[in-house]
């Protein structure tokens, strides 16, 4: 862990939270995780099977702080309730969840929407990459009595056309919904509820997209500060969002890319 990337400090100390998502070191998840431990976060991580473990357990023994690891697959709801039960019975309280997961199949991202989503694949990455930051939801704030935060997510493809993302893009605009609807539930209760809208990053979700190359080269060219959108930036927006620095802030869909989502029109040579 590199302190220059993620500032350490005190702002996480005494916070307990699971983490969803990590599948290698270029996972959001994991800078997320990072930086969170770097301010003093105790963490544990979800995977999806043995295969998984092997490749986070170096990453994750090699955090301060003793994180634990639980497995869940969030398509499984026994999976899901075994990973909840752990949590509790090691902590019994918690005060944030990452949901930082997401799924279509590769003949889903590419070509036509119109004509290349079918029904499972339509339901399954509803289910995997929406439904499953509602259910996780549900049962993160089962034990989050003195209130807490949550974050999920997504990417600009819910809010505009994004060619070849197609499924993965109506997913995030339910996954979009879902946090604000979540936010109002578990407002009464103090607990915080915010998604992250990353530019394109490097990552394997991103590598099943096809054409994801020329999503990131357009994302720099295009974006206000002509550059990658950078793991530190959202990592530190997820800082602010499940720290005690996001108060009064919930229901939100932040923008973390550079300023891509607020442009327009890309640059115009001058015409004279
Ligand atoms: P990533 O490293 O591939 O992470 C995606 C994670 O989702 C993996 O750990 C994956 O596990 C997990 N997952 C998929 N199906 C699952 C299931 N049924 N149960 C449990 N876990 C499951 O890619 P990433 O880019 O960091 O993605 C993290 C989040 O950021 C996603 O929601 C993604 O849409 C979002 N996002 C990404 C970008 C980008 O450009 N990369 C931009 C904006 C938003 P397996 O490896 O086992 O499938």
Known sequence: MSDSVFPAGNLMKGKRGLVMGVANKNSIAWGIAQQLAAQGAKLA????????????????ESLPGNPFMVTADVTDDASMDACFDA???????????????AFAGKDELKGSFT???????????????????????????????DGGAMI????????????????????????EASTRYIARDLGPAGIRVNAISAGPMRTLAMAGISGGKT???????????KEDTRMEGVAGAALYLLSDLGHSCTGEVLHVDAGFH??????IADEG
Request: hydrophobic letters at 45%.
């Open 45 to 60: 991580f979800s995977y999806q099977g043995e295969e998984l473990e092997k490749r986070v357990r170096p990453l994750v």
């Open 87 to 101: 949590l509790q019975k090691k902590w019994g309280k918690m005060d944030f969840l990452v949901h930082a997961i």
């Open 115 to 145: 004509h290349n989503t079918t029904r499972e694949g339509f339901k399954r990455a509803m289910d995997v990459s929406a439904f499953s930051f509602v259910d996780a939801a549900k049962r993160a704030s089962a034990l989050m009595p």
């Open 152 to 175: 999920s997510m997504t990417y600009l493809g819910s809010e505009r056309v994004v060619p070849n993302y197609n499924v993965m893009g109506v997913a995030k605009a339910a996954l």
């Open 215 to 225: 999503l990131m080269k357009t994302g720099k060219d295009w974006s206000m500060l």
């Open 262 to 267: 607020a442009v327009g029109v890309p640059d």
